[in-house]
Each structure stands twice: as C-alpha cells, then as structure tokens.
C-alpha cells in the first residue's frame, strides 16, 4: 500500500536535480503501477492538509488518463491559491483536454484571484514556460482565441505566443495579431511570422559569449529580459 512518503520518493525522483531515477524508486517503493500512484494522488486531494495536495499535484503531472484529469482539475479548482498555482503547474500533459483549458481560461478572467495567478494561468495556455514543446492543442488554441477577443488579454497572448515554436495553430493565432488594427501587435506579429521568436535573456545564463552579444546587438522585445533572435540562430546555437 502506498503511503505520503512514497509520493514524495517519487516527486523528488522527478525532479531534474534528482541522482536517483523514477525506475528506482518504483522499485523501491514495491513496483506500484500507474493506476494504483494514480488513484492515491487523486484520494489525498480530499485531505485537508493543502501540502499534501500539492504533493499529490506533483506526482499527478506526470501522468495522463481520466482519473489523473480529477486530480489536476480538482487543483484547479481548489481554494488555496498554492495548490491552484501547482494545479496549474501540472497542467502541461493535459493540455489537449477542453476541461482544462476551459478552466484554465476562467482563472485568467476571474478579476478575484491574485493577478500573479491569472498571469499564470495564461502563460500555460499562450507563453512557453513550464508547457511542452510543440503546437498549441487545439483545446488550448481555441480559449486562446475566445480571450483575444478581449483587449486587456491581447498583449500578453501575443508575448507569450511569440516565444513558441512555428507551428500551425500558434502561426494562425500570431496571423491574426498581423492584420490588427494597433501597430504594436502588428510589428510584433510580423516579426515572429518573419522568422524571429523572442527569447528571456536567462535561457543563455551559461553562455557568456551568447548572453553578451544578445544585450549588445538585439533588438529588445518588451521589458528589460526579452530580446528578438532569429529562429535560424536559436538552432544553432541548439545543434552545437
């Protein structure tokens, strides 16, 4: 029978600072299968005790599957605004789902949560940090363009669809922004669709040379941390 302490073996295998593999530690723990993780996680999301739900949120984010989906969609929808936060975290494979883009596109309309929340919620749906690579699910694309439609969420889509890969529904979506009436959408738009995608500074943290000559010769995107590079440029640099 699994336990808490269990979970947390595997949240810490996980974890791409780990020195032990999940494989490991499954081993370890008497060779659960994925229905038997599954079900626990989903059970201790009842409990009380919101640290455990988001170590159950942790776990859960690694897996697929319809009993999975209760789990994060009850995160999503929890009161404490941590395990909200890591409910959204845990969203990457469930991304094709409506369920959770639809929530995903509540969070970032409901005025009443925290902001810095709402802005997380949009960046799973529209930026690249903690998604995975690849196009926009069409569940994704779809919340997507149903906020475009509304001022105040169009900036930060575009910012955050400006960083992803150029594939089709995200090249459909940034077309859009081309053809927008405010000339800031329009030249940022162009830009992407023209071969550039913007980058965080940080990404080249561990090349020196790289990070000096972006500072120095890019052109900055928004804010002081990102800066336009050419797609051609970023494989490269990817290849070597």
Request: proline share 2%; glycine share 6%; charged share 30%.
């Amino acid at each position: 029978m699994l336990s808490i302490g269990d979970l947390k073996k595997l949240r810490q295998a996980y974890s791409v600072r780990s020195h032990v593999s999940v494989d490991e530690v499954l081993r370890q723990i008497g060779d659960p299968t994925d229905e038997a993780i599954i079900d626990f996680a989903v059970e201790l999301m009842s409990c009380s005790d919101r640290n455990i739900r988001v170590l159950a949120l942790r776990v859960l984010e690694h897996y697929r599957g319809d009993r999975a989906l209760q789990g994060l969609l009850a995160g999503l929808r929890d009161e404490k605004r941590r395990v909200c936060a890591a409910a959204i975290q845990a969203c990457p494979n469930y991304l094709a789902r409506e369920t959770v883009a639809e929530r995903l596109e509540e969070i970032v309309r409901d005025t009443a949560l925290k902001r810095k929340l709402r802005q997380r919620a949009l960046s799973m749906l529209a930026g690249n940090e903690g998604r995975l690579p690849g196009d926009l699910t069409k569940a994704a694309a779809a919340a997507l363009r149903r906020l475009m439609a509304e001022r105040e969420y169009r900036f930060a889509i575009l910012c955050g669809l400006v960083r992803l890969d150029a594939a089709p529904r995200t090249v459909s979506l940034v077309s859009d922004f081309a053809a927008s009436a405010d000339e800031r959408e329009r030249r940022m738009a162009g830009r992407a669709l023209r071969g550039e995608r913007v980058i965080h500074i940080d990404r080249y943290a561990g090349d020196e040379a790289m990070h000096r000559r972006i500072m120095q010769t890019c052109d900055i995107a928004h804010g002081r941390m990102y800066y336009w590079l050419s797609r051609e440029d970023i494989a490269l640099r990817q290849a070597t």
